[in-house]
């Protein structure tokens, strides 16, 4: 087991260009891969790691009309390597020339005695296609606990995913604004406005929750309460051993799954078709008439979609490259 860590490798660059920018995460990363191809930045921004790392390693925000690169764990070299040789960002319909970079290498993230308020700076996309409808039947005086269990869920996996030590109980309250609460609408993402108080250092600007690829869910630290200052029973809490418990049990499930697949593939071998008959040989001659059927259909597609006609600053494009 890797050893754990109260520190992740982090940097944030916010860009100041010689106009506002008024474009869109998606827009910026789609300039830079068809501009930097050859960037270390391009396989963190176009999907290629999304099955390797569950929490992007590279995130881009566009913060007060500043481009900003975050860069945690693995994805640092690679903000790096592009914010080296980083002189302007090219749309085709203008160019952001860069006149200064500002960077930050504070990458403190552990439990705390103290707690800590932190804003939304992008709304939090709290809610997915599974847990949307479970919160639309909540009752209104249970909505505040069951989004404070979510974004408990959120510091978990993050102390999960960078392997950050959990030696206390985790402390989690929400304050969020009353507007976006009512505005809710179970057929649509919802972002909510407002700030969070937990008893965790978190780095700024990293994402949580759902979105994260398209700039949601952005934080920044506002304000450190001693312990004796604030009264925590009101606290959503979850102690180590319930962590623990959870992770385990999760643990034992995806184990007994993989050990019945295992068991179910042996037996579907064992009792394998007969290829010598009649019946299974036209089969077979069927289905390889149709996959290479199907390869034609492919090739035609993909010499009529060339790369040069993709709209790497369309919503669509990628939309394809990143999930919610």
Known sequence: MPPQTS?????????????PVRKTPYQVKGSIMKNYPKSEIVPMLNGSYRKKYLY??????ILD?????LGI??????VKSLIDNFKALDFGNITFKIKDIIIDENGLFKQSDDINRYKFITPWVALNRTNIKKFSKTPSSQKRK???????KNLIFLASEFKINLDKKILTDIELDDKSLSSFKENRDVGFK??????????DLIGLGNGITRGYGSIKH???????????SRFYMLDKKNIISKSNNKNKSLKRRKKFLTKKTITNEENEKNYNTLKNNISNSVAKSKKYNSKKIKKKKASAESFDNKNFNSEEYHKKQHSI
């Open 65 to 69: 009309e500043k481009i900003y690169f």
């Open 7 to 19: 520190h992740i490798q982090y940097i944030s660059t916010a860009l100041t260009t010689d106009k």
């Open 222 to 232: 506002e304000q450190k309460i001693k312990d004796k200052e604030i009264d925590t």
């Open 146 to 152: 069951f989004l404070c269990e979510l974004l408990t």
């Open 194 to 203: 407002g700030s969070f108080l937990t008893n965790f250092i978190l780095p």
């Open 56 to 61: 992007p390693r590279v995130q881009v925000k």
């Open 73 to 78: 764990a693995e994805g640092v070299s690679a």
